[in-house]
């Protein structure tokens, strides 16, 4: 079975940076497309980046376009989401999300899920 551990999550300021990591094990990495979804209090899980397998195609919602950017390392099983110009908004559970050979966009795409980390956006 495949697992995924996020981590990198924490607390920043409006404006600031963080980069958010996450290990993939249990699976062949490289027929996977990832993402990354997010869920903030009382709200529903949203798509927040994906990647191809190859890491080629990359795709974001117009909410962290400019903002966001997800890229992986297939010889390390590693898929990663450089936040910029963070936001209070962006404040949520991140969770890292694997499908196989298509991006995930939508939570019912997607067959692995990590547990999540939180970030918590300050103003």
């Known amino acids: 079975q495949g697992q995924l551990v996020e981590s990198g999550g924490g607390w920043v300021q409006a404006g600031g940076s963080l980069r958010l990591s996450c290990a993939a094990s249990?699976?062949?990495?490289?027929?996977?497309?990832m993402g990354w979804f997010r869920q903030a209090p009382g709200k529903d899980r949203e798509f927040v980046a994906a990647i191809s397998r190859g890491g080629g195609y990359t795709d974001y919602p117009d909410s962290v376009k400019g903002r966001f950017t997800i890229s992986r390392d297939n010889a390390k099983n590693m898929v990663y989401l450089e936040m910029s110009s963070l936001k209070p908004e962006d404040t949520a559970v991140y969770y890292c999300a694997a499908r196989g050979t298509f991006l995930p966009r939508t939570t019912t795409q997607v067959n692995y899920w990590g547990k999540g980390t939180l970030v918590t956006v300050s103003s």
């Open positions: 249990g699976l062949t990495f490289s027929t996977y497309a």
